[in-house]
């Protein structure tokens, strides 16, 4: 019998990558996990969270306590997010807590890949390949909405005034990444 | 580019949504029973009007939900948006006779 | 080069910043705020281009962007190699910096002697319309003698030879108010959207100062301030406001839907020291809630013979070089116009020192103030008199003029001495933007010009672009654009022309040359001959003569040209209708619209969890929508077709490996899964059990075969579904548009997980054997886990979806790992399954596998109109179902019909011979052309496996024509191939269904 427990993580932007261009801090976030749930209003009941998950929010609204976040994406989407370890305990007691009520729950921690985007212009930077008016009063600290950055979709979330997540898909990783270092050098000198 | 307003996410632009054709054309409920005019018009017939359209559109780069809007084809205004399974706004003036929301 | 034509004081350069630029070689000089036009008229000289068609000498006609002849080349960082040259660049407007190095176009050998001038003296073969007569016969002409002569002859400047080395950025902004252009009204508008500090107010103006015609005023006063001084203080104020953001060097070239507009900011060409990683220019994509248009008006020339002789420029242009760059267009000037504005930039000249007279078309009594003022300040002005033509080659030298006489009499000729001429015959609002806008035209005889008229979005156009002229009245426009109300004091501005399309002459105007678009070429001759020969609607006018349809879009030309056609027909102008006016207003570098969509991101170029591995060992890639794929893994020495051979043979004999990642995966859940699955798929999944598997069929609503992949059942509701490569993304979007439309009463829900599983395929009688030693939790024997079945649980300690599925006919497995385990896994399974010979494979014998077995790929054997029973899969097809998305259309009469096109196999009569794919099928290729066709070559491949060639084809009939020989286009001819079932290997020993 072989060593089985030899699987590692590979993930798609290393870690080191933490280039920055200057002001601009992009890093890749590790040790995030991800859940895509789903549930439609019926079946949440008017609950504020699930599992202690914020369902509550407006669309296009992120709330976060503590090491979780929920953001709410559409009319009966979330992406609930937590430390990668305790993605399983997480599927569990929010299997629990809809205790057979319609709804779906997907591990998408492999799936998605987030960036840290901070520091002044930051907005900017983002800009420089999404579309949507990034200013505060409209896209307020606890915004988070899918859109699209250059040729790939994003879900954004800012988390404060010059801090945000870039959050795509694993192989557009790669692009969204450079991407963000290429509009970063606007803001270098 | 088209500035939408879609009903659950607000104005965005049009990068982030796609066209779904015309609205208002159900599936019929019992496809087995239509002849094949039927079936036909059911599948290719859309009535291409200039003036006010209403069509489908999905915001699929966003909350990912489809919706109707009233578009002028020809100044490409959109007088209104709204969700699946409404009525059409200006039901009074439309020429569809579709009586199934979709 | 020195700057003998320097005027000693004035201007808005800055005298104690001295830059030197190159000049065709030469060095050429003058200081900061010059552009590269005032430093060659400071050298003396007017010479800046030769004409598109003619050939002819060029001077300077503008100080503004639209300038039609001074086209420069520009190597704007010479210092730094290749890469940074672009073609028409405007002299007049190109900010001059020390080291630029820049060159006029359209001439060889040189500028000052030109063989191409020789077209000159032909042009009466160069009429309107002589590239549709003469380049007509023979066919054959035209590539070989026609085109690469005018190729070497016309045409605007050269392309860049070497990729654009710079950098160019884009940004996407949203502002409450955008302001375009800078000038008075621009400003005064923006001061008023301004003032409520929560409104977001953007300024952009192309020039690299702000102020626009108040940069050249040095005469009016507004509210006691010198313009100088006010537009110091209005844009002192605007910088001040933290609302506002003013964007010099700025040209809004596009007003497109919603009010979406697009500009592109020059960043980086004016600066000495340029940073690294600096963009050159930037891309703004703006929307903007209300779009003030105050992009001023543009000077008319004067028609009249060799009016574009260097030295001759339009009179406002005069007043800019003489006041705003403090240069002296000549020693002796003559201004002759029909406009009253003119005045101002000769009493400005002649207040600057030079010699200036007035010749003006227009009768005494029809003058202005403007009259008075120049005679007392001693200018000679002759009024009432026409220009007969210019003298002088390169150079103006004089004027020759007459005067008027009652009923078109033309009097004794004068000639007038002069170097330099500036002429006026009025202006142009320059309403590019607000047409853009599909907003509505409307003449207005009074003003002689096409006004703004019905809005098409949230815009408002001000100041001389909105046909106010009067300085006080454009900045009290300006403001109420900006929704503000302001009365201001300000010096009367002389306003008023006379429209006049050709001067009257008193020689034979068909022997005149006297141009309307000067950078096209086109005479007042030539628009008359096109009018004459039936075009009468100004769009062909337009396209017949191409006047209006050089990179200036005719901005100094338009109005004389309609206004003559008008004449011509003796119809009113308005009849004859404007042309249309599209983006870009002023021409726009590829750079700025790529952005930095090129090299590593043009695309993304999505790579799957175990591309570093292939790439590691060797794998050729091939692009599979926007992934890579490893196509196939060559050993040294080895071409692809050995490759792929040996690929094939070691996974019928003992095991490969492939990366299938890249299959769309979607997991549906929700109690009404299984009901949604019956809806979307043409087979039955309700008794599908949970472990199961089943290949699905999907079909559009037309009955034609949409997508197609393995479905497993995870649990009562849960499936977890599998689509092609490419057809991801629609089949996700073919879903949701049921589930949310046609279906909201379901409770399913769908989530793509295309990539939170890598996929790695284990193909081959020994691919159970790589596998057991890693997996834990999982019963790999064939009874416990059967083909076509699934099951959870672990390989090397990490959650895993294993398939018990094969697309190559041997036995398989595809293992679901969470991708950032994938290479990992991988590894452990490569590294262990050496001892039986694991071989590692990509698409290319995927496909080849696939095909022995006769397995379809959807996009490669169907193109959109194969229905189920097209590809021989009619028992896929649910004949229990009452309903599924597609069915209705599979009884429809074409689809029934006789003589469809059906999947069949191919075999050559040489098993050597390997078709085309795409090739053409017939029955007789004797017969006449076009010969009837049965059908196409789908697929084709050497397969070692069977020993020869074999293909797949859609075949009219097909399926009765099995045995039946018929022809298959090759690049010479034809080949003989003989028609057989799809089905070409027989899987020896442990089948993937043993
Ligand atoms: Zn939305």
Redesign the pocket.
Known sequence: MLEVNLARRTPAIRPAAVASAGPIRIAPETGEGRLSFRAKAKALGGREDVAGFAVDGA??SRKSDGDTASLRL?PDEWLFICPEGDIDDAMSAIERAMDGAAHSLVDVSHRDVTFTVSGQNADAVINAGCPLDLSLDRFPVGTA??TVFGKSDIVLARVGHHDFRVTTWRSFAPYVHGLLLDAAKDYAG | MLLIR?????E?PEV?FHCGGEAHIARPDTPAEMTDADWASFLYYRTNPKGLHAERWV?NH????W?NALRDTVTDAFVQTYEMGAPRPDAGNASSTATKAA | MSQPFRLPGGGRIDRSKPLSVTFNGKRLEGYRGDTIASMLLASGSHLAGRSFKYHRPRGILTHGSDEPNALLSVDWRPEKGAGRRDPNNRASVVEARDGLSVSTQNHWPSLETDIGVVNDLLAPVFVAGFYYKTFMWPRSFWDKVYEPVIRRAAGLGEAPEVPDADRYANRHAHCDVLVVGAGPAGLSAALAASEDGSKRVMLADEGFALGGSLLQDVTSKIDGQSAAEWVEAAVAKLDARENVVILPRTTVFGYYNHNHVAMVERVSDHLDEARDGLARERLWQVRAGQVVLATGSHERPLVFENNDRPGIMLAESMRAFVNRYAVAPGRSLVVATSSASAYRAALDAKAAGIATRIVDIRLEQDCGPELAQARSAGIEVLTGHTVIKALGGKRVKGLVVAPLGNGGAIGTRRTLDCDCVGMSGGWTPSVHLFSQSRGKLAFDAELDAFLPGQSAQAEISAGACHGVYDLKAVIEDGAKAGGGNITVEATASFTGFQPVRVLPTDVDPGKVRAFIDFQNDVTAKDIKLAVREGFTSIEHVKRYTTTGMATDQGKTSNMNALGLVAGVLDRPLPSVGTTTFRPPYTPVSFGALVGPARDELFDPVRKTPIDAWAEANGAAFEPVSLWRRAWYFPKAGEDMHAAVQRECKAVRTSVGIFDASTLGKIEVVGPDAAEFMNRIYTNAWSKLKVGGCRYGLMLREDGFVYDDGVVARLAEDRFHVTTTTGGAPRVMAHMEDYLQTEWPDLDVFLTSITEQYAVIALQGPNARKVLEPFVTDIDLSEEAFPHMAVREGYICGVPTRLFRVSFTGEAGFEVNVPADYAESVWKALYEHGKQFGITPYGTETMHVLRCEMGFIIVGQETDGTATPDDLGLSGLVSKVKTDFVGKRSLTRPDITAEGRKQLVGLLTKNGQEVLDEGAQIVADPSAQVPMPMLGHVTSSYFSSNCGRSIAMAMVKNGRARMGETLWVTTPSGFTEAVVAPAVFHQVQGAKADA
């Open positions: 669309i296009n559409g909405s899918r | 879609c009903p659950y996410c607000g965005r982030e915001h966003g909350c990912g939900r919706f």
